[in-house]
Each structure stands twice: as structure tokens, then as C-alpha cells.
């Protein structure tokens, strides 16, 4: 298992498109500009989505090379070659946290406010945003393919560029803050239920093609 952990991350950054990171390169400094102190957090939600995914992407390359074939031939359980690659989403958390503090403390230096709040929101949608995007792509993976995952993938941005565009055209992005605070803990505890029942979906899914 820590054999396949280790595959999937890498393959993970191996993958990455580079034309990606060029337009979240741009976007991310387009934020930075515009976006004023809530760049940071605007930039980590960029970022997190564009780990969500990318750890979908990843599963391209596995069918490409007809992975799937020879993973079935080792000794490991359906529990376990799924759990791997979950377990590899959750390492891929760090640099997504890592790219979150270092864009907030570029928005704080630039525009000189160290907003504490807007350090942890941020740091907890470079986490939820992944897992969440994970966590419904993933059983679509495993039951019905890469390509319906993508597709489901690339329909989940809407909801988030309609989370953020409620702020700024409603009361505007400073009640975000105190907005979320409040339901910090509740997307969290749904957060990890749906990461779960994710997992046993895959699981069954993965077996049932065995």
C-alpha cells in the first residue's frame, strides 16, 4: 500500500498541466491585484480548486497506461488500493496548505493587514475544497469512469464562483469572514462524513469490476 501512495502522489505532480498552472498563475495574480486584502483567500480558493482537480487529472494517466490491469494482480485488497489513493489525496493537502500561507502572507505584505480570520478561512478551504471535490469525484471514478469524474469535476467550479460572487455583489466581501465562522464546524463534520461514505462508494464500486 505505501507503494501505491507513493505512485499516486507522484504521478499527481508529474501530471500536472502546465497550461493549468499558467492560467491559475494569472488568475491567482489578477486576485492578488484586484481582490485587495482578501487576496489571499481568494487565491487559496483558486488554488484548492485547482488541487481538486488536478487529483482528478491524475487518473488519466492511470488509464492511459492500463494501470488498472496490473493493479489487480497484486496482493493488496480492494480496501487497500482504494485507501491509497485517498490517502494520497490527503498528503497532497500540504503544499495546498503551504501555497495558502505563503499567499496570504504576500497579501498581508502587500497590502499591509494581518487578518488572523482570513488566514484560518483560507487555510481551511485549501483543505474542505480538495476533499469535498475528492470525495464526489472520486465513486464517479470507480463506477463509471475518468470521464464522467472530470465532467462532474469541472461542474462543481460553478457553485464556487457562485459562493463568491454572492459576497462581493450581496454584502460584500468583508461579511464573509464572520459569515463563515459560524458554520466552520459544521462543514467540517460533513466534510469528513462525505470523504467516508466516499470511500465505501469507491471501495464497492472498484470491487464490483474486479
Known sequence: MQGLIYKD???FFKSIEKRLLVIVGVVIIFLIVEAGSYAGFMASV??????GIQSVL???SDEKANWKKYQMSMPISNYGVVASKYTSIVLILLPCIMGSVILNL???VIYSEWNIMLWELSILASILVPLIWAAICMPLTYWFGFRSAQTMGLI???PMIYFIKFFEDGP?????PDSMASYILGL????????FLSFLLSVVGYSRKK
Open 172 to 176: 460584500g466581501l468583508t461579511a464573509l
Open 106 to 108: 504576500l497579501s498581508s
Open 9 to 11: 502522489v507522484c504521478l
Open 156 to 158: 462543481c467550479i460553478f
Open 188 to 195: 467540517c463534520v460533513i466534510c469528513l462524513i462525505l470523504f
Open 46 to 51: 483558486m488554488l484548492a480548486m485547482t488541487v
Open 58 to 60: 491524475s487518473f488519466a
